[in-house]
């Protein structure tokens, strides 16, 4: 697909890779329809973009809340007549396991990382059915390939699983699924974490070259690819250095406290 003249819809615009995503989309002569909670920080990010010549339709969005996720997609085809691509890119990391969260933790998690997703879908693909055809890309994390933390990799696999089957579902009406799969890059989600990583820039050249040509999977960066194959190949050393590094993590932690 054309990157040029395309309606892009992004949710989690406001920051990181999603805002990334979008200068760059934009840059290539996307119009790029920005969503978020933080609507201060879109309005921003879209006078930065139509300063540069870009185009952009801000709606602020909860993707937690069924009602707004409806309202950006009947708002985007009510001002451009359709949407040539999603991408669900709203996410948070869960900071405890799936044996500490609080319930409301857990339902935050789940249903940002997996339910927003999903429901986004629901609500694109009777348009881009009628229009014949779409694209639509999930952003996964190689946490998604490879168990590490276990509320915030459940919902990972699970928007892996979700990519793979409506991939399958949906070829019939042209309409693709590409699920991206980033490890570890520089954004306010990895602040903090010491662990030498890119800019989210990666990410963006991922999504536009997935634009022009879909494919099933993108991990990124690339050196991630081998290391989740490899995973899957030897679960029981996956195992043992996960753990690992996780009972080390544990013991600095408490060290700290
Ligand atoms: N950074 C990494 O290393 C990494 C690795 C693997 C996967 N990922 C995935 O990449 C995606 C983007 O993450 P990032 O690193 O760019 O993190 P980020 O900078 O923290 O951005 C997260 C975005 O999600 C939005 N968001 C959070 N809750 C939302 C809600 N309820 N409704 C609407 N938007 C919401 C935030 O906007 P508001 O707060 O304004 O709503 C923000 O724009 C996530 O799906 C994440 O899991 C990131």
Redo the contacts with the bound molecule.
């Keep these: 697909m054309n990157i040029r003249n395309s309606i892009v819809v992004i949710?989690?615009?406001?920051?990181?890779?999603?805002?990334?995503t979008a200068r760059e989309l934009a840059r290539q002569g996307a119009t790029v329809v920005l969503?978020?909670?933080?609507e201060d920080?879109?309005r921003t990010l879209a006078a930065e973009i139509e300063q540069l010549g870009g185009k952009t339709l801000v709606v602020p969005?909860?993707?937690?809340?069924l009602d707004?996720i409806d309202h950006l997609i009947q708002t985007t085809i009510d001002t451009y007549g359709r949407i040539d691509v999603l991408i669900?890119?709203?996410?948070?990391?869960a900071g405890k396991t799936a044996a500490t969260s609080s319930d409301d933790d857990m339902q935050?998690v789940i249903?940002?990382?997996l339910l927003?997703p999903i429901r986004a879908v629901r609500a694109v693909v009777p348009h881009m059915r009628q229009q014949g055809g779409g694209l639509i890309i999930n952003?996964?994390?190689?946490?998604g390939e490879v168990g590490t933390t276990s509320l915030?990799s459940a919902t990972?696999f699970g928007l892996r699983g979700l990519s793979d089957s409506l991939r399958r579902e949906l070829r019939p009406y042209k309409i693709n699924v590409v699920l991206i799969?980033?490890?570890?890059?520089?954004?306010?989600?990895?602040r903090g974490?010491k662990v030498p990583?890119p800019k989210?820039d990666v990410?963006a050249h991922a999504i536009a070259a997935a634009i022009q040509r879909p494919r099933r999977k993108i991990i990124v960066p690339w050196y991630y690819a081998p290391l989740a194959y490899l995973a899957k190949a030897l679960p029981w050393l996956t195992d043992w250095l996960v753990s690992r590094n996780q009972i080390q993590q544990m013991l600095r932690r408490e060290k700290q406290s």
């Excluded at 952003?139 to 946490?143: H, L, N, R, T, W």
Aim: hydrophobic share 40%.
């Design positions: 949710t989690g615009a406001s920051s990181g890779i999603g805002a990334v969503a978020a909670r933080r920080q879109l969005t909860d993707v937690t809340r707004d669900n890119n709203a996410g948070i990391g935050q249903t940002v990382n927003g952003i996964g994390s190689v946490a915030y990972k799969a980033p490890g570890f890059v520089s954004t306010p989600l990895t974490i990583m989210a990410v």
